[in-house]
C-alpha cells in the first residue's frame, strides 16, 4: 500500500491551500485521515473521514479546515482556510486497511503559514 500526498506549500496567513493523498495498492481502506507533525513535538491528529463520511476534527481546525474523500479513486482531501502561523508543519496523510487494521503513512508535505 502507498499512500502519495500532494499540495504543500508557503501561503500567508488567512490563506487557504488544498492537499490531497492517493491511496493504492488496496481496495480495503476504512479509515482515512490527516495527521501533522512540527520537529521536536508529536504528530496529532488533524481531521479523519469514515467510508461513510463520518468525519473528526481537532479542535484547533475546527471550522477552517474541511476534510472529504473519493472512495472510488482511494483519494482523501484537506481543505484549509483560514490559515495560522501555528498550522505550520509537515502534513501526513494516513490510511487504514480494513481487513487486516495496518496503518499506512503518506510521506509527508510541508506547509508553511508565513504571518
Known amino acids: 500500500v502507498q499512500l502519495q500526498a500532494y499540495g504543500g506549500g508557503l501561503v500567508q496567513s488567512g490563506g487557504s491551500l488544498r492537499l490531497s493523498c492517493l491511496v493504492s495498492g488496496s481496495s480495503t481502506i476504512g479509515s482515512m485521515g490527516w495527521y501533522r507533525q512540527v520537529p521536536g513535538t508529536q504528530r496529532e491528529l488533524v481531521a479523519s473521514?469514515?467510508?461513510?463520511?463520518?468525519?473528526t476534527y481537532a479542535d484547533s481546525v475546527k471550522g477552517r479546515f474541511a476534510i472529504s474523500r473519493d472512495n472510488t479513486r482511494n483519494l482523501v482531501y484537506l481543505q484549509m482556510g483560514s490559515l495560522k502561523p501555528e498550522d505550520t508543519a509537515v502534513y501526513y496523510c494516513?490510511?487504514?486497511?480494513?481487513?487486516?487494521?495496518?496503518?499506512?503513512w503518506g510521506q509527508g508535505t510541508l506547509v508553511t503559514v508565513s504571518s
Open positions: 494516513s490510511a487504514v486497511d480494513t481487513i487486516w487494521g495496518t496503518q499506512y
Open positions: 473521514i469514515l467510508r461513510d463520511g463520518s468525519t
